[in-house]
Structures are given as C-alpha cells and as structure tokens.
C-alpha cells in the first residue's frame, strides 16, 4: 500500500523529508513524521533536540533556516553525520526550501526518492526501494 509522500507536513524543521525515512515507511510500528503526532514515535524523536529547541519554539519558526542561529551546532553535527552516512543533507534540504519554497523542494524530493524499478519510495537510512528492495539508481 503505498502512502500519501512529499507532503510538505512531512518536511522536519531540521530539513528532513520524513517520507524517506525508515521509520515512517516501515509497515509496523510507523511513525508519523517529525510534525505528525508523538504516538507511535521512538522516545528520541519525541525529545529531539532541533525540533523541540527552545528558540525555534519562542520565536514560532518552521524550519531551522528561519532561525537567526542557522545553522546552530546541532544541525551541524546532524548535517554531517547524513552526508556521510546517507549522502544527504539537512542544509542544503533547508537552502532549498528557503530560496525555492517547499513545492519545488518536494517535487525535487520525488524524482531524487523514486525507485527507477517499480515507482516505489528509496529509503535515504537503507538505500534501497522501500517497495521492492532495489537498491537505488538500479
């Protein structure tokens, strides 16, 4: 079954497209995005660090790139550890948004994440197609 993706309630602040991430994709347990409700959602994303920070929260931003301390230490570290991990980024996610708005980053985000196999979504944490396990650019 596949589920409404590229919704730009599942963009993070932190940059992330949760519609590529694992735990939104896997069938048991899924978590509802960053801005979707605490429910289902492993403890660490319920308390995390960029989302729950108290100056995004204080002055009322929706994404990290409004924030006068962007990018802060945490989105730092954060960026680095999925270039090097997933060859993403959360800052340049964030740069695109802010200079091309959220429909183009998500209709960029839809041919970056589709499965050339079978039109399935790549999940950025396994590299592969969530819906037939090709590994992606195959």
């Known amino acids: 079954m596949k589920r409404e993706?590229?919704?730009?309630?599942?963009?993070?602040?932190?940059?992330?497209?949760?519609?590529i991430c694992v735990a939104?994709?896997?069938e048991k347990n899924k978590c509802p995005g960053c801005r979707g409700s605490d429910a289902n959602k492993p403890k660490t994303r319920v308390h995390c660090k960029?989302?729950?920070?108290?100056?995004?929260?204080?002055?009322?931003?929706?994404?990290?790139?409004e924030c006068e301390e962007f990018p802060c230490k945490?989105?730092?570290?954060l960026d680095k550890?999925?270039?090097?991990?997933?060859?993403?980024?959360?800052?340049?996610?964030?740069?695109?948004?802010?200079?091309?708005g959220i429909e183009s980053f998500l209709n960029n985000e839809k041919v970056r994440?589709?499965?050339?196999?079978?039109g399935g979504t790549i999940?950025?944490?396994?590299?592969?197609c969530h819906s037939c396990k090709k590994p992606k650019g195959r």
Do not use: D, Q
């Open 5 to 19: 993706n590229h919704h730009p309630t599942l963009v993070a602040p932190c940059g992330m497209n949760c519609s």
């Open 24 to 26: 939104y994709l896997r």
């Open 81 to 100: 550890r999925y270039r090097m991990k997933y060859h993403m980024s959360m800052i340049e996610n964030l740069e695109s948004i802010k200079n091309n």
């Open 113 to 118: 994440w589709l499965c050339s196999a079978c």
């Open 50 to 65: 960029i989302k729950t920070c108290p100056v995004m929260i204080e002055k009322g931003v929706s994404f990290c790139f």
């Open 74 to 77: 945490l989105l730092l570290y």
């Open 123 to 128: 999940c950025v944490h396994e590299g592969l």
